[in-house]
T-cell receptor, first 114, second 114 residues
Framework: DAGVIQSPRHEVTEMGQEVTLRCKPI?????LFWYRQTMMRGLELLIY????????DSGMPEDRFSAKMPNASFSTLKIQPSEPRDSAVYFC????????????FGSGTRLTVV | DQQVKQNSPSLSVQEGRISILNCDYT??????FLWYKKYPAEGPTFLIS?????DKNEDGRFTVFLNKSAKHLSLHIVPSQPGDSAVYFC?????????????FGQGTRLTINP
């Protein structure tokens, strides 16, 4: 298995533009998580899905952020409109039920909003 | 509010010596704790974990200690090697309550000097 695949690796966009981040989890994993890494707060959970259903989106900063998981092999995180404070590294991770919290992370998308 | 805190942003240790990374948590519902390691431009990878029913778990050079009364855990690396230079994240979950999500700390950057 190629692991969790995220695209793009880097994204530079202008303030106000729409940004879409993509994730392909490991086949067979039941859970998918979106995290954001910043210097001040470390890794923050934004939202997670179980069997494609959103379970907890309490970490989504505001209505500008939305996430979908239309099927077991694909998820998107969308920011519209983007702002400079959204600049961060966004990670997707997947895990198995009963996996004792051992996630497999993707390599992340570094987002820069100018 | 930061439920998992790593108060040392960075730590520098001589090769061959012991590295001790610390982590504090505030939520008494947490019952499972993990350490992840992250190299630049990569996603975090699982390193070691401990259940709240234990106070120590060892895996080769890595040992995690848990002090539930103090709500504190630590990761010991002995002996430290240059390849251990990375950012280390502490994470916690309420696994036995069915929670699959991990709450991460801010991370500690460990540098091993030759």
């Amino acid at each position: 298995d190629a692991g969790v695949i995220q695209s793009p690796r880097h994204e530079v966009t202008e303030m106000g533009q729409e940004v879409t981040l993509r994730c392909k989890p490991i086949s067979g994993h039941d859970y998918l998580f979106w995290y954001r890494q910043t210097m001040m707060r470390g890794l923050e959970l934004l939202i997670y899905f179980n069997n494609n259903v959103p379970i907890d989106d309490s970490g989504m900063p505001e209505d500008r952020f939305s996430a979908k998981m239309p099927n077991a092999s694909f998820s998107t995180l969308k920011i519209q409109p983007s702002e400079p404070r959204d600049s961060a590294v966004y990670f997707c991770a997947s895990s198995l039920a009963g996996g004792q919290g051992t996630y497999t992370f993707g390599s992340g998308t570094r987002l820069t909003v100018v | 509010d930061q439920q998992v805190k790593q108060n040392s942003p960075s730590l520098s240790v001589q090769e061959g010596r012991i590295s001790i990374l610390n982590c504090d948590y505030t939520n008494s519902m947490f019952d499972y704790f993990l350490w992840y390691k992250k190299y630049p431009a990569e996603g975090p990878t699982f390193l070691i974990s401990i259940s709240s029913i234990k106070d120590k778990n060892e895996d080769g050079r890595f040992t995690v200690f848990l002090n539930k009364s103090a709500k504190h855990l630590s990761l010991h690396i002995v002996p430290s090697q240059p390849g251990d230079s990375a950012v280390y994240f502490c994470a916690a979950s309420a696994l036995n309550q069915g929670a699959q999500k991990l709450v991460f700390g801010q991370g500690t950057r460990l540098t091993i000097n030759p």
